[in-house]
């Protein structure tokens, strides 16, 4: 057991140091002049499959769309 709760607590450290790392690069890249809030998006967008990208982004233009929230839309 002992063994078990040491790697869990190296692991924890590890993962403490590349989350400062990960905020460090943030950081860096606003420092830049680049938006955090458009980096983080890409970043979650690049996880995704493009086929599973393009349905969310076909699903949200719809809803959008019934919302009148697109550009040249109706404001009905």
């Known amino acids: ?4 709760i040491e790697r869990v607590e190296r692991l924890e450290e590890e993962k403490a ?3 400062d790392d990960i905020k ?3 950081a860096e890249a606003k420092a830049m002049g ?3 809030k458009a980096i983080r998006r890409i970043i979650k967008i690049r996880e995704k499959s ?3 990208y393009n349905n969310e ?3 949200l233009d719809t ?3 019934a919302l009148g929230m697109l550009p ?5």
């Open 34 to 36: 680049f938006e955090n």
């Open 24 to 26: 460090a690069v943030y």
């Open 50 to 52: 493009i086929d599973d």
């Open 63 to 65: 809803y959008l769309a």
């Open 57 to 59: 982004m076909a699903v």
């Open 1 to 4: 057991m002992r063994a078990f």
């Open 17 to 19: 140091t590349v989350a």
């Open 72 to 76: 040249g839309g109706d404001d009905d």
